[in-house]
């Protein structure tokens, strides 16, 4: 017995820790790996601007990933993140076009993605409708009223230079100003997920939604501010999108919440809830990033990057599904 | 000490057509581990629940530390110290120990007006509780999905009693288990009694409870047939052969044998 206690808890221990640690160990490894195979065949890939794109269209993509990464963990998903994104821009440009500051147009949009979030969760929760249809229904909703509103013509930023949009959309060296805030994303949501007691209760709320609220945890209100932080990030997203580009097209960012599903699945989070993290989830966002910006300058025609997409999600799935089940014995 | 922890008086819950409960008078005194025992459907679970306030009772009263009551939730029945435990049902598959442990009462220390979870504190909080319940843990960081099923009850009661629990509910927690597992959840429960608690151990197996229970009271159809103390010499003694018959022959036979 003594044995078989001692064989057991070396294993637990060493499972544990590849739980804990799996998938940023392979985002890492696979990014690396990536970058070097590139850099030799792709001529113009190791470049100092390269490095800015991937770190931008990386940056863009990570501060999705992060609500979506807690949306999973918490047992819910949000595929209108990319519509959310293109409304806010257009929050910001038909406000803007009425001379209203700048900033307020930015707290707006803010609002806005805040509340789109609200409103999604509201109709999951109010009706007892899967999330995946009720974003599937939002997703429609925002990116139709978006072309409807423009006629599906881009749309210009016409107002004058502003500190902020510098300061979301401009770059201190190589580095993105989008990719130092997606940092500090990074770390005040990987905090609030594993030291705070919100984390913790999305962490419960996911894993057992009946046991977290037989223990007084209020699983809605989590799920709703979840589904809040998703939207608010995307409308950031979109509103620092804006301020690098100065202009909307209605289709920019279209089939960008599979790409930051598929980040945060590869990264490591169940797509049953309850298990997850922020960072893998951020660094698969850059590693999908790099392979379409390495395959493009290699010359591979930019449709295979979401066939590499759909291969690395199906891979990662099934290794995510042979660990699961070893540790949780399912 | 003779005065009831928890008592019910002539509690009865009427569904439908369906009498599950009729008059029970039923009682757990402080410091007493009471066997639960009688075949599926006699009513024990809704007694349970029925206290624990899932059900509202169509009749009767119930008494818990010499107070009337009626829970209206089991969350409130919680609050005041009388938890149930069902096999595997309490904890969260996917997270380890501690965090199930303190699931809704976190400890947290400030920094600034920030507060964060308190992990190193936790951590040793459910170790040391574990270690009470006779459960040692190397450490707190497992998840409890790979803990077994008598590991994961005891996780569980542990942290009941944390959080003050008088009054342990444990539904059927040997039902499932190995006999080595069972052994086990049988030491610990024998162990609660030096820590002040009571126990309702709900099962229909006599040979798992009857090495721990104080006393037994079997149900039958929701009718209390009888009530037996361990303690108990005259009328051939309480063994477990006799409880089993009981169980056995159920309500009628004890009619019958009444009229006779």
Partial sequence: ?330 | MSESLLRSKKLTKIFGKVTALQNVDFDVKYNEVVGLLGDNGAGKSTLVKTVMGVYPPDGGEIYYMGKKVRFRSPEEARSSGIEIVYQGNNLIETMNIWRNFFVGKEVLKRFGSLRFLNVKEMKKKTLENLDKVRVSMRSADEYVNILSGGQKQSVAIGRALHFGAKLLILDEPTTALSVRETEQVLNFVKSLKNLGVSVIFITHNIYHVFDVADRFEILDHGVLIGSLKKSDTGNGGCTPEIIMDMIRKGKKDVKRSTKE
């Fill in chain 1, 1 to 330: 017995m003594l044995k078989d206690l001692q064989k057991n808890s070396g294993y637990l221990r060493k499972t544990s820790f590849l739980l804990n640690n799996r998938n940023v160990t392979i985002s890492v490894i696979l990014f690396i790996a990536f970058f070097i195979l590139f850099s030799n065949v792709a001529r113009g890939f190791f470049s100092p601007s390269m490095l800015t794109v991937i770190l931008l269209t990386g940056a863009e993509l990570g501060t999705l990933t992060i609500g979506i990464t807690l949306l999973l963990i918490s047992g819910e998903i949000d595929l209108s993140v990319a519509s959310v994104f293109v409304f806010s821009d257009y929050v910001v440009l038909i406000l803007s076009s009425f001379g209203i500051p700048l900033p307020i147009c930015f707290i707006f949009a803010l609002v806005y993605g805040a509340f789109a979030g609200y409103l999604n969760g509201f109709l999951t929760m109010k009706f007892s409708i899967p999330s995946f249809v009720v974003t599937l229904g939002t997703l429609i909703f925002w990116r139709s009223a978006v072309a409807g509103l423009t006629n599906g013509e881009p749309t210009y930023y016409t107002g004058g230079d502003s500190v902020l949009l510098r300061i979301l959309g401009g770059q201190i060296g190589i580095f993105p100003n989008q990719f130092l805030w997606l940092l500090v994303f990074v770390v005040i949501f990987s905090v609030i997920l594993n030291h705070s007691q919100f984390g913790n209760h999305i962490l419960a709320t996911g894993g057992n939604k009946e046991v977290a609220r037989a223990l007084g945890v209020d699983t809605y209100k989590i799920k709703r501010l979840c589904f809040m932080i998703s939207s608010t990030l995307a409308s950031f997203a979109g509103i620092s999108y804006l301020a690098r580009s100065s202009y909307l097209d209605p289709i920019v960012a279209t089939g960008m919440e599979f790409e930051a599903i598929a980040a945060t699945v590869i990264g490591g989070t169940l797509l049953s809830g309850g298990s997850g993290t922020i960072v893998g989830a951020t660094i698969c966002a850059f590693l999908l990033k790099e392979i379409q910006i390495g395959a493009g300058t290699y010359g591979i025609k930019a449709e295979y990057y979401k066939v590499a997409v759909g291969i690395l999600l199906v891979i990662s799935a099934i290794i995510n599904n042979l660990i699961t089940r070893k540790i949780f014995k399912a």
